[in-house]
């Protein structure tokens, strides 16, 4: 499995993990008010908040964006369909800061330190029966697999590519599946070596 954690150390690595994520959720809220041109001034804002921590670290955080593209490709043609390409635009905008913001957080902040925050503000929820250990861990195991799903992913795609003349597209939906199905087996085996949840 991947960490999220940049190996470039900034002064946002040094900031409480709380304090971040309460900064993160006010910035979505924040961010879920603004009209088109506030949202292009806070997507600049981040843009600079990235290289004020160095090229190298802006550069793979950029690099950690990359995935979103398609989405907001198909957001930005559906909006154009519509007749509504402003809202488009704003749409677009919002979840790219957002999850620039997000990315951000998980490139500063040690896995170790997010679960630590998620236990704690799930703890009330012992009281229902449901275990925050287990809520904080799930949060964490997505969090790890992510990089490591879309890196096979990709190769699966170069190794179809190494193969073939055509595109991959849709015929490496079951190997994908396949090799997902297959990670999430080892991890619940080596759980339950652990003791599991």
């Known amino acids: 499995m991947l960490t999220l954690t940049s190996p470039v150390e900034t002064r946002l690595h040094r900031l409480p993990a709380g304090l971040k994520l309460a900064l993160l959720a006010l910035a979505a809220i924040g961010l879920a008010l603004l009209p088109l041109g506030g949202l292009v001034l806070a997507a600049a804002a981040v843009t600079a908040l990235y290289l004020a921590q160095g090229t190298v670290f802006a550069a793979h955080g950029l690099r950690m964006l990359r995935p979103l593209w398609p989405f907001l490709l198909v ?66 195991l997505v969090i790890r697999f992510v990089p490591a799903f879309l890196l096979r992913v990709n190769q699966l795609a170069e190794a179809w590519r190494a193969r073939s003349r055509g595109r991959a597209n849709w015929r490496i939906v079951v190997p994908v599946a396949l090799t997902a199905l297959d990670d999430a087996d080892h991890v619940a085996e080596a759980l339950r070596a652990r003791g599991g949840l």
């Open 75 to 140: 957001l930005l043609v559906w909006h154009v369909f519509t007749a509504d390409l402003p809202r488009g635009l704003e749409v677009a905008l919002r979840l790219l800061t957002a999850v620039a913001l997000a990315n951000l957080v998980t490139m500063t902040t040690r896995l170790e330190d997010l679960i630590s925050v998620v236990e704690r503000l799930t703890a009330p929820l012992a009281r229902f029966g449901l275990s925050p250990r287990v809520l904080a861990v799930s949060i964490a």
